[in-house]
């Protein structure tokens, strides 16, 4: 197995894990998303010439159950550019986090069709284009915080040098150097989780996906963490894909808000976050920041509707 793509990170250049957002010197914005309609929504394809991270189109998913058919997915089309951080919100049993599984290949839709970084979403697993983040940090308990963090390289074929330069690279960049020889059970909830972003980012995957890994833990500890990702994310300029049931965690992350209904998942609405890059949980006060929370509650009221 080749170790490294193209793409991965040269560890004698500094500059490269610590990057800003290069592309916005160069790259026109997406325009904003107003949807009048869920109809609307399933037909909104972005037209922009940035490159699409995510590009899903008309993706329904049906499991086969021993109680029948269940419908998680209905007739799914969203399109994600390069370098944006989009959530997906919506009552539990959605399909957000079928949403995010059909998008790593990790369940495959009944229709439709998914490419990541204009490759089928089974060659971009193959090829490890992302990282998975689960809503549990998954850390085994008899490794230390390294070897945790080391894992994903060691299966990957990656140098013995290489494996401790990434490992302290990005215990660093989640500001957890000096934990390394800790274990995972010395470590609080938001540590543990700390752990799992870098581990997901050890092979500098193109695409962080999320599958709401902040849920178990408090407010506090929680806004804290929102904060950190947000900063990790204008510093390695990557693409995330962030699934969460807050509506406040939504906005305050995003660049844009998928809601969607109650099953099967459809897309109800997406939403703009125009906020600055770097932000600080100040704007939670503002009047825009309310206004487009105050969205999100209509559009997840609307998703109800159609159970009525």
């Not at 193959?126 to 850390?139: D, H, I, K, M, S």
């Not at 995972?184 to 752990?195: D, K």
């Amino acid at each position: 197995m080749t170790p490294q793509r193209q793409k991965a990170l040269k560890l004698d250049d500094p500059d490269v894990t610590l990057r800003r957002d290069v592309r916005e010197s160069h790259v026109a914005p997406i325009e904003p998303v107003v949807m009048n309609s869920a109809a609307d929504a399933r037909a909104e394809v972005i037209s922009s010439p940035q490159r699409l991270a995510v590009d899903v189109r008309n993706v329904s998913l049906t499991f086969e159950t021993a109680d029948g058919k269940v419908d998680a997915l209905s007739d799914v089309s969203l399109q994600i550019a390069d370098g944006e951080f989009v959530s997906f919100i919506g009552p539990s049993g959605c399909g957000k986090t079928t949403m995010l599984r059909v998008i790593a290949d990790l369940q495959q839709p009944t229709s439709g069709a998914v490419l990541v970084n204009g490759v089928s979403a089974e060659q971009a697993r193959l090829e490890r284009r992302y990282g998975y983040v689960f809503q549990a940090p998954a850390l085994f308990p008899w490794r230390t915080i390294e070897k945790n963090l080391k894992l994903p390289l060691e299966i990957m074929g990656f140098s013995d040098s290489e494996q401790r330069q990434r490992a302290a690279r990005y215990l660093a960049l989640v500001n957890l150097t000096g934990f390394e020889r800790k274990f995972p059970w010395q470590l609080s909830g938001g540590m543990q989780q700390r752990v799992s972003i870098a581990r997901a980012l050890s092979f500098d995957p193109e695409l962080l996906l999320m599958d709401e890994p902040f849920g178990a833990l408090d407010e506090i500890v929680r806004d804290h963490l929102n904060e950190q990702l947000l900063q990790l994310w204008d510093k390695t300029g990557k693409t995330v894909l962030f699934v969460t049931h807050s509506i406040p965690e939504a906005v305050f992350l995003s660049t844009r808000i998928v809601v969607m209904s109650p099953r099967p998942g459809r897309i109800i609405d997406i939403i703009d976050c125009r906020f600055p890059r770097v932000r600080t949980l100040e704007i939670r006060e503002t009047a825009e920041f309310l206004k487009i929370a105050q969205r999100v509650r209509v559009g997840l009221r609307a998703g109800h509707s159609y159970d009525e």
